[in-house]
């Protein structure tokens, strides 16, 4: 298994220009997070999805839009980039718990680092 | 929402000697509890977990504590070693989310 994946490693953008994140996993796991780690802030949730086809907002969303047409899939897209968006992305994948939430490990991917001049 | 605060920042602890991280989160109805270390340049990794019917747990010389009333939980790295330097996330399970803390920085001191 490959496990978590993400590409690209390291992106430049400029402001106003607008990409995407791709997240995939191989572990037929239903539950897939974004997040973007900033210095002293720690792990922030953007986006996560409990399966195919479901997503929805954590805790900083704005800016950043989602979909999930695939259990393996999970891409990240910046529609309009900013500075502020400068920051070093993580992608991570888990079994559901019983509740059908992420109470199971959660496998990150070696993260894309973001830098937006 | 969930919040998780997490103390301290930062951690100097000599080799061998013990080293305590504390966290507090505000959702009662979170249920699961894990611990992700993070080395440089890499994403993190589990390292130990509790859910919320389960008091204490250990694995070597990691042990973590969850008390439920209080809302706080608390890593334990005993006879620390040079391997321990890393960050460490407290993270809380709940509504469909896992939120993390701030993370602290361990430094184990030759």
């Known amino acids: 298994n490959a496990g978590v994946t993400q590409t690209p490693k390291f992106q430049v953008l400029k402001t106003g220009q607008s990409m995407t994140l791709q997240c995939a996993q191989d572990m037929n796991h239903e539950y897939m997070s974004w997040y973007r780690q900033d210095p002293g802030m720690g792990l922030r949730l953007i986006h996560y999805?409990?399966?195919?086809?479901?997503?929805d907002q954590g805790e900083v969303p704005n800016g950043y839009n989602v979909s999930r047409s695939t259990t393996e899939d999970f891409p990240l897209r910046l529609l309009s980039a900013a500075p502020s968006q400068t920051s070093v992305y993580f992608c991570?994948?888990?079994?559901?718990?019983?509740?059908?939430?992420?109470?199971?490990?959660?496998?990150f991917g070696p993260g894309t680092r973001l830098l937006v001049l | 929402g969930e919040n998780v605060e997490q103390h301290p920042s930062t951690l100097s602890v000599q080799e061998g000697d013990s080293a305590v991280i504390k966290c507090t989160y505000s959702d009662s109805a979170s249920n699961y509890f894990p611990w992700y270390k993070q080395e440089l340049g890499k994403g993190p990794q589990l390292i130990i977990d509790?859910?919320?019917?389960?008091g204490e747990k250990k694995d070597q010389r990691i042990a973590v504590t969850l008390n439920k009333t209080a809302k706080h939980f608390s890593l334990h790295i005993t006879e620390t070693q040079p391997e321990d330097s890393a960050v460490y996330f407290c993270?809380?399970?709940?509504?469909?989310?896992?939120?993390f803390g701030k993370g602290t920085r361990l430094h184990i001191l030759p």
């Open positions: 991570a994948s888990s079994y559901s718990g019983t509740s059908g939430g992420p109470e199971e490990t959660q496998y």
């Open positions: 993270a809380a399970s709940g509504d469909d989310k896992i939120i």
């Open positions: 999805s409990v399966g195919a086809g479901i997503t």
């Open positions: 509790i859910r919320s019917n389960v």
